[in-house]
């Protein structure tokens, strides 16, 4: 399905007024406002090819009707949602669960909806159908050099897809890991990891960055052999230029403080992308500023400064993606929804007084750094947000224009009920 | 250090015109501003009589100059405060750390300053000088009956200090725990604490509530005799009627939802009071929202419900107040930033559409519930606290007027450099 | 699969020369050794239906070979580990995983495996293909009545199949929640949940007990209608006499002290059952004692100080079963390492001199409070089990004799490789 | 008080049967005894100078009698531990709660008792009476160069102290951290720790190691700036060879995989040191061993592991300490109690089946893997651990020949009641 613009555009005429206003009420404080808006037309947020149909727990999975059944109607989706908020313009495949057999047809594809490619994922994490060895104990990690072997062909291979459709970032999450003590020598199994990534890394083409993620546990419950930011950045030292560590945000220990991470992977030069989610007890994979907006904001403030620091643009200097899963609400609504939280928080930062924070902190005016964050945070950004999709062509108000036009009622027409998306 | 009136109204009129303006552009929004703004004013927190000096932890405690050196001094610092915000109009006494002598004068005192007295504080959680018995096994769940008589007398004693003052409502927090294993018998530490509640029950007045407070670890680090919500509502509902479970946001275990059990307590009758605080590890007592602001919300969400189901008022049904430790910023300003917080959260909780809610839940519309929760917590209320703060005579910006003020300054003039106060 | 009694003879000749002279070793030093090999012997933990297969995440299940393919391979499994180690008498079966159709033929079976009938289970967490509405939103918690009542009418259903069978209580876990803040209203789902939950006590027997189980997380990510064990007591007494709070290890908040919830639960006559497993970060469903066996310890000793208290049996007077996820081991090894673990720790909960402890209590001495539950920790009690396991007729290595006699190949030859187990 | 030899004779004497019995039925199944009772005897584990008075929480301390009033009795202390176990023969002194003024004096007392000098620990996280600038917002870290210059000096003060004491290795840990989002920025902060550090790394001696501690949280709760291993070894690297971490298990979030972080360091080269403790829910700072005694086990299985492999000999290739805190039990007996439960788990650690565990990994045999872990843990290793103590004429049981021959009487009568030691 392809959106007609003029539904867009009808909806905003609805909504231009009310909008105006508020627009202009907030602009009269901001200093350089067509700068910020511009800021935010620029930035793009990735959409993964497995999120567009619904998730699970491993105690089930309630599909919803109308999900993409093929990867071209998941190229659809988020030519959809790129329609809507003109912010999702990136679509990012798993591979094998979204093999671009035709590779051409499908850039085609992409390039008349507007979207391009974002990095290509891996998966050593399940075992498909015509497999020879199990990752049942692991891939990269694995203690037979064989399986080792199966896996870093793989992500040759994934590699070799993403050349040909255009990507210019491999990630690897690495599920391997241990559920006992005992069953893992610890540092063979990081040792056999890393020259598994040496045999990748000598395949990456030269424009091309090796994204490291970590996770703190599960699907292993004693230990993963990338567990936290310490042993991605370990790896991505011992790699090379090319290789950065990601962040997701659901992959971590109770309360660690992300922003912290955050900010000292980039003064390593070592952040290189994200995965945006939220959770309260785990790897929960909820709506992005769900659970704890503070927090995402809190990481922007961190992205930014140090970003600017270095030099680097916002919009492309680290991938962006979401990694949520959709168990419960329509994940077109869920992901715009993300979408939305996400440039909130950017919006929010973006609005932070730098200078005067830098002499509050140096002054150790405590009072004073807490106020400037929260007089940033307590603003009311959404007509900025909202502005910067009228000047791209977007919906002004993208969940309600997808609920009053019915949008999955005529995706359900053109796909039926019960299609299920591969994912997980 | 009594306010002269003329600094607010000088300190107003600079910012009234800027606070119009937004006062003005949100009110349009809102269906009925007044009564908002009227349930603003009315509603006040208590403050302790122990958190108006610096707070420390075991490693050390970095005093600040000018601190309240007696309690007539700590009656005038939260006089102060009260003037800055018109909602701070009740201290919370905490024996022995604040005892009051002449409890006559000190009434007097209080009602010069506009301030009413809270529930009063007893504390067997530290040895006195003068004491006979050591809590250092605990108070109320002693193995010795000698020792939880005495703790049961000090209780009697705070009510009597309480009775005198005109406070309603005695709040125990009951440090009693263990640290190793096999050290207490779970049960038995339980019925001891149930029997010396029970007498001190009996000297409670009839219009008066015992708050009993919970808490996860600390001091104690693997067991504490009152430990969760499940444990205080069992001992609440053994004492009867006039006993209630007392929250402290930083009582809990990691990720605990809070909301949940203050719906779970109103809806069991038995919620109480509320201590006021943020945490991002264990019982860290920061500022009120400086962390989790978001939850703040949604707590209060849950209050605004269940209190208007059971037609209690807002202002008045539960006893609130801050419990926090100002460790690093003058604590007065600290204060001020709670309390800010704490309305902030409050007036965002008021605005939600709760037919709205109520009707997208029956329908499980999860999108709409978020959508509902989110555009009440992103819009920009403080010009409705600050409206509420201008029609009480107190200042559009306490925190800015009192550092433009540099009131600070005025009391180490009167008090010197090196008072400390009392508490923890 | 029947296992011939001789192979457990001939493994016993073999080992029973090292055995009889640690159990010699240890016999001397504890004062009633017969009484305590007897408990030993009397002791039985329930084997769960959906346990015998290979468990799995929500990334993927690595299924292993010769699995039951049928209900009757179930049970011949469950027969199997009690030969092995006459400790696992009794199977907990879930519906509609394991739906026995024809009760009559399932008892005869049962009896010639010489096991019995733990409680059955409900499943209100997944769709079944048949079924009229979702439990996407819930079940006994469910905003429609509608749905409410399919769920309630399938706990009746699954009473008829206990019935039939023999068992004696019905195991409610209630999966239902809420991923994200404002999807429900907690105190209206309380109530939903507990009139359902009144709806099916009605129609439990006089002699059955309702085993209300409660979770922190998962499958729900915001919010548990049953999230601790306050919830599920609060709704134990409202429902009556026969409802019961049940205990699995897996449940709770990062690092509740579980061994306090059971002794005020028993304090309270409201302990009903628990699922043993073990735990590093959630709700791993690990092997019991795999990750803390010291906790597992403490534990047992509050069972027994609250069991002997109250005049319960040890083996009778608590529902005991097993409830983990075998994703990398063999299930039915898992299943006996878990039973072992179990044993031990209730061997050395018993070996914990009670009358030194509570003197040491009622002392406050610290130290030897410590010193006396770590001197029953520390021994070696390996051969009071196998002690116990080989007096009836057991073997005294059960996973040695497993793997020397190669049985899972055995089943493989039965089942085939690529028969996949009902389960999680 | 300087133990009489003849005390433990008389001890020994009398529980010399019993301990035989027991020695030699383990004996047996131990292949080298005499090898592994050689590596137990040459096991020592540091004291720290702060750890011999009763320490306390934010919310009091309760002292005991008899603690040592001056550094001459702390010296007492460490040597009447080594004379009960002959396991402690260090102490690590803590400046300036403990300094030596006349190092010469010091040395000989210390010559004279038996022990030697281990690290010596620097502290920037309080105020001393005569110090300029405060530590309030940091030291190392800290924004005002004045402030840092001070920091340093202090620690190069310190490394004199140890130079002239024998010492050859500077513990820093670093309390510095924010409380509040926006106080600090992360980079800087970690810049000019790096930047101190490097200063003090240039005053090191060349045969001495530089310890990097790091703490997940408090006394600043929000970051800390030294708050991981990871950020710990980034600063390890920067500096040098004589750079490492220093692993203390308390100062981890919530399910760390601590034994992971030990082995991982190991493999870098870069783990110098370990304090030993326990806990449950934050830095608690219990008796090592008594709440996850698995733990304990796990982390020697690894260290041991990677010592070997690195060539490191277990007595001396890292600095052992204690870093407890000793709210409710006699410190001596306290300590006692932490040193066995060290040595029990090393003893066990070193029963372990090395070349089988290898074979299972490498044969991904998960349950023989837990099976060799837990075999070694469920042995009764006590009468290994009393044999090594016997042969080197330390007492069988020190905790009960402290309690049965009064030892604290003596120290009270020596000292009086109300002695208060140095320390948090």
Chains 1, 2, 3, 4 share one sequence.
Do not use: C
């Not at 168990?327 to 869920?334: A, F, G, I, Q, R």
Request: aromatic fraction near 8%; hydrophobic fraction near 40%.
């Amino acid at each position: 399905m392809i959106l007609d613009q003029q539904l867009i555009e009808k909806h905003n005429n609805k909504l231009e007024k009310k909008h105006n206003r508020a627009f202009e009420f907030i602009s009269q404080d901001i200093d350089d406002v067509e700068e910020l808006i511009a800021k935010l037309q620029k930035f793009q947020i990735g959409i993964p090819s497995w999120a567009l149909g619904t998730g699970g727990t491993r105690f089930g999975r309630f599909s919803g009707p109308g999900e993409p059944g093929s990867l071209e109607q998941k190229f659809e989706d988020v030519g959809l949602l790129h329609a809507l908020n003109k912010s999702s313009g990136a679509i990012s495949l798993h591979i094998p669960w979204d093999i671009p057999e035709d590779t051409a047809r499908m850039k085609e594809l992409a390039r008349s909806l507007n979207i391009t490619f974002d990095a290509v994922n891996s998966n050593t994490f399940q075992d498909q159908p015509q497999q020879e060895d199990s990752y049942k104990y692991g891939s990269l990690h694995h203690v037979d050099p064989k399986v080792r072997k199966q896996a870093i062909d793989h992500n040759i291979e994934v590699i070799n897809y993403g050349k040909a459709l255009g990507s210019k970032a491999l990630t690897v999450w690495l599920a391997d890991g241990s559920s006992f003590p005992g069953q893992l020598n610890f540092r063979e199994a990081f040792q056999n990891t890393l020259s598994s990534l040496q045999e990748i890394y000598k395949h990456l083409p030269e424009d091309w960055k090796l994204f490291i993620e970590y996770k703190a546990f599960e699907p292993y419950f004693y230990s993963m052999t990338i567990g936290d930011w310490g042993q991605s950045l370990l790896l991505a030292n011992k790699l090379g230029p090319k290789a950065y560590t990601l962040v997701d945000l659901g992959h971590h220990l109770p309360n660690a403080n992300i922003e912290q991470i955050v900010s000292l992977l980039l003064m390593e030069g070592k952040l290189g992308g994200f995965h945006f989610n939220d959770s309260k007890y785990a790897d929960d994979d909820l709506t992005a500023g769900s659970i704890k907006p503070y927090q995402l904001f809190l990481i922007f403030n961190e992205l930014i400064d140090g970003m600017d620091l270095n030099g680097m643009e916002h919009a492309t200097g680290l991938g962006w993606m979401i990694d949520a899963s959709h168990n419960l609400k329509d994940p077109l609504v869920d992901l715009l929804q993300s979408v939305e939280a996400i440039k909130i928080a950017y919006a929010q930062a973006l609005l932070i007084d730098r200078v005067a924070l830098k002499a509050a902190q140096q002054a150790n005016d405590v009072v004073k750094s807490q106020e400037i964050l929260q007089d940033a945070f307590r603003t009311d950004v959404r007509p900025l947000v909202a502005e910067s999709r009228l000047r791209s062509g977007a919906a002004l108000n993208p969940v309600l224009l997808f609920e009053e036009e019915k949008l999955r009622d005529k995706l359900i027409t053109e796909r039926g009920l019960r299609t299920i998306a591969t994912g997980l």
